[in-house]
């Protein structure tokens, strides 16, 4: 069975720090991978997706990249982070095609201080 | 990419039938439509999808006028334990499309005793 694994669950940083957070999918070939972010009481938010190793489309231009280095490997990252930057960030995964499901991984809770 | 709308709030009692609607205007022909349910500090995770007509599985129904333009996820006999927040989501990530899949503002669900 596929399972999806994000790590850290809580993470607490300096503002100006970097971030790494990562991702990865077991069980599936040639996933599409996704990060969102959820403020504080928000909806969710997407950040980034990727539809093949290398392929990366971002939807919010701010201080955060993303990076696929292996098919079920997704990571994202920040050089100096923001104090905006805090909130929930969610690596979900989704394969088929029309009838797609999208399974989520379990979170890291940021809070950037 | 389809647009999403739904209410921002319900309130229902233990043991009432809930009906949540969400509008999708421009919905194009191959997306799906699916429903998701978020708990505090945990992720999303699927409820239902369907395509067109009613679609009814073991926790809820979901029903798809002709035309598509809206759905409407079904909650019989709620409990406490669904107070969450419900999100509708439309898209496809076929060979035709990007891949992009955008989440609505959700609808928080309030059970009360």
């Known amino acids: 069975s596929q399972t999806i694994h994000q790590w850290p669950a809580t993470l607490v940083q300096p503002v100006g720090s970097p971030l790494s957070l990562e991702c990865t999918v077991e069980?599936?070939?040639?996933?599409?991978l996704y990060w969102y972010r959820q403020a504080a009481g928000r909806g969710l938010q997407l950040l980034f997706y990727?539809?093949?190793?290398?392929?990366i489309s971002s939807e919010v231009p701010q201080n955060l990249s993303a990076s696929r280095p292996q098919d079920r490997q997704f990571i994202l990252s920040s050089k100096k982070l923001l104090l905006s930057d805090s909130g929930f960030y969610l690596c979900?995964?989704?394969?088929?095609?029309?009838?797609?499901?999208?399974?989520f991984g379990s979170g890291t809770q940021l809070s950037v201080l | 990419l389809a647009k999403t709308t739904q209410p921002i709030s319900m309130d229902s009692y233990e043991g009432q039938e809930v009906n949540i609607t969400c509008s999708h205007n421009?919905?194009?022909?191959?997306?799906?439509i699916t429903w998701y349910q978020q708990f505090p500090s945990q992720g999303p995770r699927f409820i239902i999808q369907?395509?067109?007509t009613k679609v009814t599985n073991e926790v809820a129904s979901l029903f798809i006028p002709a035309d598509r333009k809206s759905s409407t996820l079904s909650l019989p006999r709620v409990s406490l334990s669904d107070t969450a927040v419900y999100y509708c989501?439309?898209?496809?990530?076929?060979?035709?499309?990007?891949?992009?899949?955008?989440f609505g503002q959700g609808t928080t669900l309030q059970v009360k005793p």
């Open positions: 979900a995964w989704a394969v088929g095609g029309s009838d797609y499901k999208l399974f």
């Open positions: 069980g599936t070939s040639n996933p599409n």
């Open positions: 990727s539809v093949g190793i290398g392929q």
């Open positions: 421009n919905i194009a022909t191959n997306d799906y």
């Open positions: 369907g395509y067109k």
């Open positions: 989501l439309v898209g496809d990530i076929g060979s035709s499309n990007t891949g992009k899949l955008i």
